[in-house]
């Protein structure tokens, strides 16, 4: 099991910065790829930033340019680096983490884990 906690949210303004963060603990080395979601109350969540284990980063095409996914201690910590913040950025944040750990017998087993969620708020 992955247990992940979110820190680093409150209050931004507009063309301000905000760093999160997201510490994982449990079966780390079983992670495959970390992600970055956002959800607005009412409204689907949705994919922001992922990093693989490999160091592979994707992001949604609204945070290109501003967000900055990264991985660090043996992927133990995720952090996503938010500047030139927009209004329409805030929302709540939760970190992903996804992989496949192993049974006794040796039989694969996909998970995803989820953390808590952060409150990022951009005022104008």
């Known amino acids: 099991q992955v247990q992940l906690v979110e820190s680093g949210g409150g209050l931004g303004h507009l063309g301000g910065s905000l760093r999160l963060s997201c510490a994982a603990s449990?079966?780390?080395?079983?992670?495959?790829?970390m992600t970055w979601y956002r959800q607005v109350p009412g409204q689907e969540r949705e994919s922001v930033a992922s990093i693989t284990r490999g160091g592979t980063t994707e992001y949604a095409e609204f945070v290109k340019g501003r967000f900055t996914i990264s991985r660090v201690n043996a992927g133990s910590t995720v952090y996503l680096q938010m500047n030139n913040l927009k209004p329409e950025d805030t929302a709540v944040y939760y970190c992903?983490?996804?992989?496949?750990?192993?049974?006794?017998?040796?039989?694969?087993?996909?998970?995803?884990?989820w953390g808590q969620g952060t409150q990022v708020t951009v005022s104008s």
């Open positions: 992903s983490a996804e992989g496949i750990h192993y049974t006794e017998l040796g039989v694969p087993i996909a998970f995803r884990s």
């Open positions: 449990g079966s780390i080395s079983a992670i495959n790829t």
